[in-house]
């Protein structure tokens, strides 16, 4: 009886506590965000199924807590397939992939024009409120280091700290507040 109360109670925290999810939009429901009432940033990832340190991005880092939570309620995440065939616009410009027989796993057009020719996964472009491209990296990103990178952008913290500075402060001065923000923590 002890055994199966042990299971239950750990399988509960399993299926609860596991895994914090990003709730993902797809980029044509980002790019019909109204602009003039938006009130969060834009985060996107550039990610294709192929790629390995994506689908690590995807099992380590966003699946963190901290990093769900942030991206949850100060931006608007855009899960995006650079070398998909959708057709949207994008801050008045539309793109859309061309139809060529035979070709596969082309960069979609959004891709290069975001990335210019640094196109590598997984890419993350983080736009203000209106749009706007204020921030690209790129790479596997740990999940400590990523929440810090995102909680920096969209408190506005770079415009008060150089990013060593911040790096330096983050852990003592700056995470306890954000982890009350975030309601992570009391």
């Known amino acids: 009886m002890k055994k199966t109360a042990l299971l239950l109670f750990f399988a509960a925290i399993l299926t609860f506590g596991g895994h914090a999810q990003v709730n993902w939009k797809t980029i044509e429901q980002a790019s019909k965000v109204d602009l003039k009432s938006n009130n969060k940033m834009f985060f996107i990832d550039f990610s294709t199924s192929w790629c390995g340190w994506c689908k690590k991005m995807d099992r380590d880092t966003f699946s963190d807590p901290v990093v769900a939570a942030i991206l949850n309620k100060y931006y608007i995440p855009v899960h995006f397939d650079a070398e998909g065939n959708s057709t949207f616009t994008w801050n008045g410009t539309k793109y859309g992939q061309p139809n060529v027989a035979g070709q596969k796993n082309q960069t979609h057009p959004f891709t290069r024009a975001i990335l210019g020719q640094k196109i590598g996964y ?57 982890m009350k923000k975030l309601g992570l923590s009391k």
Do not use: H
């Open 122 to 178: 997984p890419s993350f472009a983080i736009f203000n409120k209106k749009a706007g491209l204020v921030q690209i990296l790129q790479g596997y990103q740990n999940a400590y280091d990523f929440s810090m990178v995102l909680w920096y952008i969209c408190n506005g913290d770079n415009t008060r700290y150089t990013f060593e500075e911040y790096s330096a402060i983050f852990q003592e001065e700056i995470k306890p507040d954000m």
